[in-house]
């Protein structure tokens, strides 16, 4: 059997338990588990993954590419993927614009890196990941508070700056940067994993096992899609992959000589779901608006709600699919057509509808022509 197609069945087996087990696990239970992988497990990989690399100022290159990814999307979210929405749908706009370009590839994507591109990988995934961070947890918010700030009726700028220190403090605070930080302090000085007493290395190492297993557990467990809105995110969803992949295509294309790893790397890591960080900061302005007793909230929660529950399990299923066919996915002009496609399948009902309105009122002119009726006319004899 092939070995991608191997590794996907396992992944999917554990999927398919962590779906047996829905009935039996509580909301609460979840939020613990994910505690158990955000707080333990993942730093822990992490940890290991970066202790086995060797530090050089060119790996600065993969936050800088990752901050960069983020503001495309951002850019491309607004002025392309939102546009679908009328004029009217403002909050759900601007959620679309905090979600879209997020990523969250800490419960969607390393254990995918892990099996399929090995540790190495996964050290280049978590320093990726630090740009990110910087766009999600600093550069999101603050343009959250910014759109609260002018469509709020009283301005709370000391509270916006407190709440933005709190922030980055809470980012200095989280498992996984720490890790991270140290990792980089101790390679900074030459130290390696195997530098460690040896009972406090086999510790780590086997916190480290557990991440995949658990991750995947929790993804089967946490599933729980609701239908109201379904197609359209849907919908958005695909362009959003199919412009990563545009994406993709064109950064393997400027630069051909990157090896399969690499390209599989690149492919992967920007296809991760949407942060639930973007989504945190919208429900603080949502607070701050309930106390002003604002009518028209800044974003829609519901919807934002909705595209996280839709967001997880679809950006699996792709990222399984893409290392499952790991062969076709390194040829950067089959990632171009893939984007092409999937951007066109999503427009093609869209076009189909305009299409037959088109047709249907074309239809009430010629009929009315035939038969000489003025339609002015009828409206000013019932005026």
């Given at each position: ?84 929405l009328s004029n009217n749908e403002g909050a759900k706009k601007r959620t679309l614009t905090m979600l879209l370009p997020s990523l969250a590839p800490g419960l969607s994507c390393f254990p995918f890196i892990i ?269």
């Amino acid at each position: 059997m092939n070995y991608a197609l191997q590794k996907t069945l396992e992944l999917l087996l554990i999927i398919g338990l962590g779906l047996l087990l829905q009935k039996k696990v509580a909301k609460e239970d979840l939020k613990g588990i994910k505690t158990l992988i955000l707080s333990v497990a993942l730093p822990a990989t992490i940890f290991v993954a970066l202790l086995k690399i060797e530090l050089k100022g060119s790996l600065l290159i993969f936050p800088l590419m990752a901050l960069v990814f983020n503001f495309i999307m951002a850019i491309v979210t607004k002025y392309l993927l939102a546009s679908s929405l009328s004029n009217n749908e403002g909050a759900k706009k601007r959620t679309l614009t905090m979600l879209l370009p997020s990523l969250a590839p800490g419960l969607s994507c390393f254990p995918f890196i892990i099996v399929y591109l090995g540790d190495e990988y996964l050290a280049l995934a978590a320093l990726a990941d630090v740009g990110n961070k910087i766009f999600v947890l600093i550069l999101l918010y603050m343009l959250g508070m910014h759109w609260y700030h002018a469509r709020a009726v009283k301005d709370l700028v000391a509270t916006t700056s407190s709440k933005l220190k709190g922030l980055f403090l809470s980012m200095l605070n989280e498992p996984i940067n720490l890790v991270i930080i140290i990792a980089m302090v101790l390679l900074g000085f030459g130290l390696t994993l195997s530098s460690f007493p040896e009972f406090l290395e086999n510790t780590i190492v086997k916190m480290s096992l557990i991440m995949t297993p658990l991750v995947l557990l929790f993804i089967g467990m946490a599933v729980r899609i609701k239908f109201r809105e379904f197609g359209f995110i849907f919908s958005l969803l695909m362009r959003r992959a199919g412009i990563t992949f545009l994406l993709s295509a064109i950064f393997v294309f400027l630069f051909p000589a990157l090896a399969a790893p690499m390209i599989l790397f690149i492919v992967v890591f920007p296809q991760s779901a949407c942060s639930f960080w973007p989504f945190a900061h919208m429900s603080a302005v949502s607070t701050l608006e309930e106390k002003d007793e604002q009518k028209k909230p800044t974003f829609d929660i519901n919807f934002a709600v909705n595209i996280l529950a839709c967001s997880m399990p679809f950006s699996t299923i792709l990222i399984i699919s893409i290392f499952s066919f790991s062969e076709f996915f390194v040829n950067p002009l089959v990632l171009m057509i893939t984007g092409i496609v999937i951007m066109a399948v999503t427009y093609i009902p869209n076009l189909i509808t305009k299409l037959k309105r088109s047709n249907k009122s074309e239809e009430v002119v010629n009929y009315n022509t035939f038969f000489g009726i003025n339609t002015n006319a009828h409206s000013s004899e019932n005026q």
